[in-house]
């Protein structure tokens, strides 16, 4: 029962970053500065976060936080 209500938990809220730049230089010619998404969906809702801190204050408990609502990408949050 503890595994399906956890199973359950994570279909509802999901966050992610979709970025993957470390901010080093990876030989293309630019300095590596370019920011990362961080991205949150909760309850089927899409939410774009400014910077990891904002990431982790999106959640069922707190609500998206500082993060900012886009209703276009709500398709993309797994219901």
Do not use: W
């Amino acid at each position: 029962m503890g595994a399906l209500l956890f199973t359950g938990c994570v279909a509802i809220a999901a966050c992610g970053d979709s970025g993957g730049d470390d901010g080093g230089d990876d030989g293309d010619g630019d300095d590596g500065s370019s920011s990362s998404s961080f991205t949150c969906c909760l309850n089927g809702s899409f939410y774009e976060c400014a910077s990891s801190e904002d990431l982790q204050g999106c959640n069922l408990n707190d609500g998206p936080g500082n993060c900012s609502r886009d209703s276009s990408k709500d398709d993309t949050c797994n219901n």
